[in-house]
């Protein structure tokens, strides 16, 4: 069965319905690591997902402000970057006018990745990925090397756990994006050589 951006599309409600429902979003934010680590993709990956269904008018409208995806990946580092701020999370758990805020963003710059990430190709994709993966890396040494709390909602191990989820994530991000890039490069080079005339013989 061939999934369609409509099919995409209805998962992305489906899966944003659930993210929303209080008891998933409870049981998401009641652990600091599932909190950013897995209700932030999900999130992200929600908003890919309802992308799909953008009619060609919006497609063409967001391509036109967003030239190689420079502006989806900004969106996209802005988002990440106040979403991983201690002060955040906090107010995300205390103030509901925040928390859908924060659920908004991502939901946003997740749509904001998928409608950037080709156009943006290798060397803007390196870029973006350059920022975004040292960042989550310093905050990660942050969380596991603070001595105090730096999340009131949630408690030092739980704080020390994410710092490490995040450093690995990092890691485990940048290996994958490496492999893939060498994996294109081998079938470019692979198209190149059957697309070469072959030498006459002498």
């Not at 802005?78 to 924060?102: F, H, S, T, Y």
């Not at 990430?117 to 990925?129: D, E, K, M, S, Y």
């Amino acid at each position: 069965m061939t999934v369609t951006a409509r099919h995409q599309a209805l998962a992305g409600v489906v899966g944003l319905a659930l993210l929303c429902l209080p008891w998933v979003r409870h049981a998401l934010e009641a652990s600091m690591w599932r909190h950013m680590i897995v209700q932030f993709p999900l999130l992200m990956g929600a908003g890919a997902l309802l992308a799909a269904g953008l009619p060609a008018r919006a497609r063409t409208a967001v391509a036109r402000c967003n030239a190689q995806g420079i502006c989806g990946l900004l969106l996209v580092v802005l988002v990440l970057a106040v979403g991983m701020v201690p002060r955040v999370l906090d107010l995300a758990l205390l103030r509901p006018e925040v928390e859908w805020a924060k659920l908004a963003a991502l939901v946003a710059a997740g749509a904001a990745l998928r409608l950037s990430w080709r156009p943006a190709g290798l060397v803007l994709q390196f870029f973006f990925l350059g920022n975004v993966l040292p960042m989550m890396a310093v905050v990660g040494s942050l969380y596991i090397e603070s001595p105090l709390r730096l999340c009131n909602a949630y408690l030092l191990d739980d704080q020390a756990r994410l710092g490490e989820w995040l450093i690995g994530t990092a890691a485990g991000v940048a290996a994958l994006w490496l492999a893939w890039v060498a994996w294109v490069m081998v079938r470019r080079e692979a198209r190149a050589q059957l697309g070469a005339p072959s030498r006459a013989p002498r």
